[in-house]
């Protein structure tokens, strides 16, 4: 069976098919999700956020038009418009503690070899997903939606509304400033040591 593209699915939503909504948020559902986790850094905010994107979808799905932007770029416009919205509801109150989920190993793990893999590999994605949370806004939202989801410029330039010129020089100076956040990771471990 061929793929239709998100906006022959938005076609057949408009006429009223709930396997095409059902189609599109398989598809779509996973992309906004981890846009909104990177900008937010909160799994339970991220997925109240998936939710709210798709209901603004079904409820506007009537008017939207294709030919002004596609599909992708419109839900991610929403889910960061959401998160925009939470992060600024929610910065009035003072956190006291953070979402501390315990990390699970894998009953397949039964060395001590491979603990200690598993236990290095989710620190250092704990450390990267640390240093994007610490970016600013601008520069956290090009990096997410360039390297991690995979968008190219004009996807990015559009959703952020600006210049492809600034997407790029963003996404540069975001993957310097990560890098160097990661650098100084590395070095206060090892003067801990």
Not at 61 to 72: H, R, V, Y
Not at 128 to 144: H, N, Q, T
């Amino acid at each position: 069976m061929q793929t239709q593209t998100d906006e022959q699915l938005l076609g057949r939503i408009q006429k009223g098919d709930e396997n095409a909504f059902v189609d599109l948020f398989r598809r779509r559902n996973g992309g906004v999700y981890r846009f909104a986790f990177a900008i937010c850094g909160r799994k339970d905010w991220a997925e109240e956020i998936v939710q709210e994107v798709f209901v603004a979808l079904m409820n506007s799905a009537q008017t939207l038009d294709p030919e002004k932007g596609s599909i992708q770029s419109w839900l991610y416009s929403v889910a960061r418009n959401q998160t925009r919205k939470r992060l600024e509801k929610e910065s009035r109150y003072i956190a006291f503690a953070q979402d501390t989920e315990g990390f699970d190993l894998p009953e397949a793990l039964s060395t001590q070899e491979s603990v200690l893999d598993a236990l290095t590999h989710r620190e250092r994605l704990d450390a990267l997903d640390e240093a994007i949370a610490e970016l600013p806004s601008p520069f956290r939202e090009v990096l997410v939606l360039c390297d991690l989801e995979e968008a190219n410029y004009d996807v990015a330039a559009g959703l952020l509304g600006c210049p492809v010129g600034t997407i790029r020089s963003r996404l540069s100076r975001a993957r310097a400033m990560l890098a160097a956040k990661l650098r100084d990771g590395e070095a206060c471990k090892r003067q801990l040591r």
